[in-house]
């Protein structure tokens, strides 16, 4: 199995993953939200990673920069959307691709990574929910007990306060 950065030619491939991966009532939005990000501008790099298996794209992932509205400074990432194809899945791909993408972002010097998904599976990276009380994300959350952080590096984390988002992730639908 291969990681690399999606491309934009990669868009098929990488709406099947998430139309296949998620259920019927979340798949098309999930999907729409991964390429919007492929085609979003923005200054701070948008990381967006795909796992290849014998030329097959089984799996996609996605970190986008957060900031905190009181500074406006870009202090971290956050991971959304992931998904691996159903028949690849249990084989570890979800997790090479989330420490293939933590690597990228702990040598950019970020420190600071979100996710808001189970902590069941996030906590194996050292994803954790107490540290990210401090942190509002930008919309009421459906399932507050999903809302994660990771300290990347042990650096100090920074004061809590309101987290704007990336244009693609900014809507409620997606919280
Ligand atoms: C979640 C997902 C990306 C995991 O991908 P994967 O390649 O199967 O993950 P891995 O093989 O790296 O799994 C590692 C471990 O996590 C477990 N795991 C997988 N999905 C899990 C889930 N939803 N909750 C808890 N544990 C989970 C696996 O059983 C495995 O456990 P083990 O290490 O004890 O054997 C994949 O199941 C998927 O695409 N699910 C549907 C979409 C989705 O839920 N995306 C995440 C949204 S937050």
Not at 14 to 22: D, R, S
Not at 29 to 37: C, E, K, P, R
Not at 99 to 105: A, E, K, N, S, T
Request: with cysteine.
């Amino acid at each position: 199995m291969k990681i690399r950065e999606a491309a934009i030619d990669d868009t098929e491939n990488i709406k099947n993953v998430y139309l296949e991966a998620f259920d019927h009532s979340e798949a098309q939005m999930v999907s729409d939200f991964a390429i919007n990000l492929l085609n979003e501008n923005h200054p701070v790099k948008i990381i967006s990673l795909v796992a290849i298996e014998n030329n097959d794209m089984v799996g996609h992932i996605a970190f986008s920069p957060v900031y905190l509205t009181s500074t406006d400074k870009h202090f971290g990432y956050i991971l959304a959307p992931l998904a691996v194809s159903p028949k690849f899945q249990k084989n570890k791909i979800g997790s090479s691709l989330v420490m293939h993408g933590l690597d990228i972002i702990s040598n950019t010097g970020s420190f600071i990574v979100f996710v808001y998904g189970d902590p069941q599976y996030y906590s194996r990276f050292g994803f954790k929910t107490d540290l990210s009380k401090k942190y509002v994300p930008p919309y009421t959350l459906q399932f507050p007990e999903g809302w994660q952080v990771m300290n990347l590096n042990s650096a100090v984390l920074p004061e809590g306060g309101k987290i704007t988002c990336v244009n693609s992730l900014n809507d409620p639908k997606l919280w």
